[in-house]
DNA sequence: GTCTTCGATGACCAGGATCCGCATGGCGGT
DNA sequence: ACCGCCATGCGGATCCTGGTCATCGAAGAC
């Protein structure tokens, strides 16, 4: 899951962007308005979360043109207290959650979790790909019930590919969706990432999960 | 189940007042020091949620006079992040429990049901993680029986870790609920506090408690 | 229709670079 | 002296790289 944030404090943007690090999701920090417009319509983000109040050009101007754009993704806005009648704005303008400065950390991530949730599928939370079982909420991941523990970047691309399982994802769309922009396009990372997942999750098992689309990509499915 | 709201920024006071509501109970607001002790005297209430800074009577005196009376009803104190201090001085003149502003107000749903159900199956209001036991209101920490000595952040740290243990903590968690906001996140200052309890809690025993998720954060557990 | 060949693609491995967390010593303020 | 905080170096986990080897599938030979 990739996540853009577009905000001009410096202390505050690095620390939401650890936050949601820390969290496993890929993130591209963006401190400048137009440039994050830019950003958000170049790349196919899960999830944006921007200030209202930014140089050059305004949260809320970006918002209506990404929508313009009819780009359907979930979009959190932060307001200080001060502009609390901006937000009405910015819902209306088609942001699908507010949250006000000075916000708990934890809030935050909450509302993101709820957005990325109701982004996907009305799922009930849990991720369940035969006895394959992954719960964001808490990052645990089960099969069988058998814990089984991954690294960060491990997680990041199983839950990817759990959300949605069953389809054919390409390395363009893979990498597009658990690395951030510095990600280099011409290595195997991807393949070596698989094969992590595969050592812990499919060695050893009669019923493989992940399997080799030759020529496209990856996919995840209980056949 | 009748709770009392005295809490003077009116938007906050009606946002609490409202999710309590919709949680079915019954909800006094006010925005008031000195009405509100005459309301909490007055009424039997079930609960009171009381914020620190308030005008003509501050939370701290409400807490007090309230205990003086020997009313023995469960409070939870709210306190702005700047007064971290403030709720130690709360607790200690009787509050049961508290919460930071800005607070997620699930968190405060979650604490009040604590709350009420403490109050009636009158299970202790200690913390308890394996054979480390946490007071909060004598401050009193022992692991297996043996009494453990805490310096002021230290015991800071232990409390939110034993409150939330079982759960990831990642460090901007942390050092919202245990800092307050003018935190530099680029020191180490969490990963020291972390390894001082470590030497108190862990060191020298088979059961480590504090757990490292390298890349995430800290969790606290008995497995 | 079957077999063979061969280029392309992916699996897997080993090692190196980098980042992260731990421990410790030191500094300033109370 | 104690507490809270900062800075640094070290060791190890994680992430990535570059390579070799296995596998696949298309195309041509028989």
Redesign the interface.
């Given at each position: 899951m990739r996540i853009l944030v577009i905000e001009d404090e410096t202390?505050v943007g690095?620390?939401i962007k650890?936050?949601l690090e820390?969290?496993?999701y890929a993130v591209d920090l963006c401190e400048d308005g137009a440039k994050g417009l830019e950003m958000a319509l170049a790349t196919d983000y899960d999830s944006i979360i921007v200030d209202l109040m930014l140089p050059t050009l305004s949260g809320l101007d970006i918002v209506k043109s990404i929508r313009r754009e009819r780009i359907q993704i979930p979009i959190l806005i932060l307001t200080a207290q001060s502009q609390v009648d901006q937000r009405v704005k910015g819902l209306d303008a088609g942001a699908d959650d507010y949250l006000?400065k000075?916000?708990?950390?934890?809030?935050l991530l909450?509302r993101v979790r709820a957005l990325l949730r109701r982004g996907t599928t009305d799922s009930p939370g849990v991720l369940q790909i035969d006895d394959l079982i992954l719960n964001p909420a808490?990052?645990e991941v089960t099969r069988g019930g058998q814990r089984i523990e991954l690294?960060?970047k491990e997680y990041a691309l199983l839950e990817y590919l759990m959300r949605h399982s069953g389809r054919v994802l390409t390395r363009p769309m893979i990498s597009e969706h658990v690395w951030n922009q510095d990600f280099d396009t011409f290595t195997n990372v991807i393949d070596v990432y698989v094969n992590y997942l595969r050592n812990k999750i499919d060695r050893g098992r009669t019923k493989k999960l992940i399997h080799t689309i030759r020529g496209s990509g990856y996919m995840l499915k209980a056949d």
């Amino acid at each position: 899951m990739r996540i853009l944030v577009i905000e001009d404090e410096t202390k505050v943007g690095c620390f939401i962007k650890r936050a949601l690090e820390e969290e496993s999701y890929a993130v591209d920090l963006c401190e400048d308005g137009a440039k994050g417009l830019e950003m958000a319509l170049a790349t196919d983000y899960d999830s944006i979360i921007v200030d209202l109040m930014l140089p050059t050009l305004s949260g809320l101007d970006i918002v209506k043109s990404i929508r313009r754009e009819r780009i359907q993704i979930p979009i959190l806005i932060l307001t200080a207290q001060s502009q609390v009648d901006q937000r009405v704005k910015g819902l209306d303008a088609g942001a699908d959650d507010y949250l006000t400065k000075p916000f708990a950390i934890d809030e935050l991530l909450a509302r993101v979790r709820a957005l990325l949730r109701r982004g996907t599928t009305d799922s009930p939370g849990v991720l369940q790909i035969d006895d394959l079982i992954l719960n964001p909420a808490t990052r645990e991941v089960t099969r069988g019930g058998q814990r089984i523990e991954l690294t960060l970047k491990e997680y990041a691309l199983l839950e990817y590919l759990m959300r949605h399982s069953g389809r054919v994802l390409t390395r363009p769309m893979i990498s597009e969706h658990v690395w951030n922009q510095d990600f280099d396009t011409f290595t195997n990372v991807i393949d070596v990432y698989v094969n992590y997942l595969r050592n812990k999750i499919d060695r050893g098992r009669t019923k493989k999960l992940i399997h080799t689309i030759r020529g496209s990509g990856y996919m995840l499915k209980a056949d």
